[in-house]
């Protein structure tokens, strides 16, 4: 029966693609044993609860696979009927051409993109290791489960592969294995002719163990494989699985031609009689279905869990609250309190400081309220002010809530997002907003799955001064406001900064970008009422004297410019009022009569940003007019490149005069 077992899977897998004429037969036809094996003796899992907290993780890292994963979803009783899979890839489908996060049960993140899945299974892992520390006790392993990975070739070859193993092996991730379908076929056809490493002494050389030379389309090599990678515990596992893309195909078994296409009618009808598949397109035998079912497994399994978790909660209840609470992406009680006492304590302070330093201070302020909050930076603490005074570092043989990410900017972006994932924990990591372009398609999977990951970014402008164009972001800022779904914050002081962080660790729905300066800004006076505006992404930081005649519009270092030029314009005899717009993600999604009580109806609009101009217009008007950068930088002292690029009160006040 078993072989017959990974036959539904190959099948459905040929049918739904042959349906759909499109889609991707060869990967899950070659993987079926693999599955087979490790979904039905291995997996803990309850199909009628697929947010059930100790549960396994399993991500398919090679997500064009995708009707493999619908295919055990179905098979084992999760809510994803026949009717689903013969609505592969249509329009408000279950089973979208790749896994899509909260369109599927079952489906733990979104692997479009080579390499991502396994970064954010790595995240998954280092996940369950931190909340294993904080919340396990002797006999109580409440949060003892293991996150497995299906790759292939293409996910190895892309660079991100190279950064999170890396770091999995060095951090001693032992819980999480990954099952390699050794194929040795991509879209180009056969990889070696561009992909000849030595894959099992490249994770060996991680410090990861490695089971190699393993018969993927063998399940008890396969068994055997799992079942060593289990019983090693301070290593990640890599199982190494010979397969043949395409297996059990009559005529195209081991060819590239499998890859992205369906088989055909002809070659479909050869391999049911070549397999002994006797049944029709998407009929499965109801002994087939009942030997893949797990509900009754998975039941049971939860219950067992929910019993000891009881017990955990009558010896220690203070735990089995806060674990709850974590597990459930609740925030304390307190947190609104805590957060509007230490604004209140920003603004007694009154300090001119760089933003960077507003933004430690606000997780410093933050981390006693959130003991979820994990921090981390791509080899740039020192310089990105991301650790606080109870940080501890991550290490194999210790579990902090600080992770040292080296020189791996979209490793880290996407190990954030798997993190968020798992749940219970609240991870961040920084780097310089320059390198956010290293990380941008994690950024972008992050806002496509709507969860509220938070991404730090400092020395935001020219006022990076000498290290030069290669590091100053000119066109970074403007290019993530363009990201759907993604809020992004530029602060201009340190009342802005902790109301961003404050917004980003209470997101919900979308992640978060925090840029910050290099430089010292001054602290803006605010009134209750304009303290309470930061949070709608834009307000009226300053009144104009008498009848305004036109509205300055500025984010970051820039809104100290603006309220210089403001006094200016006045002693020339000019009336502005002047706009902090932190955040045009939340701006635009306030209401018409909110927007325009702040930005003027019929008055004539300067935006001032030490960026590219682009994306200021829908503000500013076709009679309006930026002050912005539409060039790279140079290498100078930041007070020299503000001056020659514009970015000063008399040029302000020119411009303005301009455009009345």
Not at 437 to 458: G, Q
Not at 595 to 622: C, D, F, H, M, T
Request: charged content about 20%.
């Amino acid at each position: 029966m078993a072989s017959q077992l990974a036959n539904a899977i190959r099948f459905l897998s040929i049918d739904a693609v042959q349906k759909a004429n499109s889609g991707h037969p060869g990967a899950p036809m070659g993987m079926a044993e693999m599955a087979t094996v490790l979904w039905r003796e291995f997996l803990h899992h309850n199909p009628a609860n697929p947010h059930f907290y100790n549960r396994d993780r399993f991500v398919l890292s090679n997500g064009h696979a995708s009707m493999l994963l619908y295919s055990l979803l179905h098979l084992t009783g999760y809510r994803l009927s026949i009717d689903d899979l013969k609505n592969f890839r249509q329009w408000h489908s279950k089973t979208p051409g790749h896994p899509e996060y909260g369109y599927t049960d079952g489906v733990e993140t979104t692997t479009g993109p080579l390499g991502q899945g396994i970064a954010n299974a790595v995240g998954m892992a280092l996940a369950e290791k931190i909340l294993a520390t904080q919340f396990n006790k002797p006999g109580f392993n409440i949060v003892d489960h293991h996150t497995y990975v299906f790759l292939g070739d293409g996910c190895l070859m892309e660079g991100i592969s190279h950064e999170v193993c890396s770091l999995a092996g060095t951090l001693g991730l032992g819980k999480l294995v990954v099952l390699y379908d050794d194929n040795h076929i991509s879209i180009d056809g056969d990889v070696h002719g561009w992909f000849t490493e030595n894959i099992p002494e490249r994770f060996a050389s991680y410090g990861w163990h490695v089971v190699p030379q393993v018969d993927g389309n063998d399940e008890d090599a396969v068994r055997a494989a799992i079942s060593a990678a289990k019983a090693e515990t301070n290593k990640p596992s890599l199982i190494c699985c010979q397969t043949k893309i395409g297996k059990g195909a009559a005529h195209k078994e081991g060819s590239h031609k499998t890859h992205g296409s369906p088989l055909g009618d002809e070659e479909i009808a050869a391999t049911r009689e070549h397999l002994n598949w006797p049944y029709a397109a998407f009929e499965i035998p109801q002994a087939i279905y009942d030997d893949w079912n797990a509900k009754t497994a998975g039941a049971e399994l939860e219950a067992q869990w929910d019993a000891l978790f009881d017990q955990y909660r009558n010896q220690y209840p203070v735990e089995a609250a806060e674990f709850e609470r974590r597990m459930k992406g609740q925030l304390p009680q307190q947190f609104t309190a805590h957060v509007q006492a230490a604004l209140a304590d920003v603004c007694a302070k009154g300090e001119k400081i760089a933003t960077r330093k507003a933004s430690q201070n606000s997780i410093e302020a933050l981390a006693a309220v959130l003991p979820e909050l994990v921090g981390g930076s791509a080899d740039l603490t020192p310089s990105n002010l991301t650790d606080w005074s109870n940080s501890q570092a991550m290490t194999a043989q210790q579990s902090g809530n600080y992770v040292h990410y080296g020189v791996r900017e979209f490793g880290m972006s996407a190990i954030i997002n798997g993190m968020t994932l798992h749940g219970g924990v609240k991870p961040f990591g920084a780097t310089f907003l320059m390198f956010s372009e290293y990380a941008r398609n994690a950024l972008r999977m992050a806002a496509l799955m709507k969860i509220n990951s938070i991404f730090v970014y400092t020395h935001d402008s020219i006022g990076l001064g000498e290290d030069g164009p290669t590091h100053q972001p000119i066109e970074q800022i403007a290019t993530l406001r363009l990201i759907p779904n993604m809020s992004v914050w530029r602060p201009c002081d340190s009342a802005e900064s902790l109301v961003a962080w404050a917004d980003a660790a209470a997101a919900t729905d979308h992640p978060s970008c925090l840029i910050f300066s290099r430089q010292g800004l001054p602290f803006m006076t605010r009134t209750a009422a304009q303290l309470a505006n930061i949070s709608r992404g834009g307000y009226v930081l300053s009144e104009a004297k008498g009848k305004a005649q036109a509205v300055l519009i500025a984010t970051g270092s820039e809104v100290a410019l603006a309220m210089a030029a403001q006094q200016q314009l006045a002693a020339d005899g000019i009336d502005v009022c002047v706009v902090s717009m932190p955040n045009t993600f939340l701006f635009d999604q306030q209401d018409e009569a909110y927007r325009n009580s702040v930005l003027g109806e019929s008055l004539p609009r300067v935006a001032i940003e030490a960026g590219v101009r682009a994306g200021w217009y829908q503000y500013v008007g076709n009679q309006g007019a930026v002050v912005g950068i539409d060039h790279f930088g140079e290498s100078a002292p930041a007070e020299l490149l503000f001056k020659e690029f514009g970015f000063t009160t008399e040029h302000v006040v020119e411009v303005v005069k301009n455009v009345l």
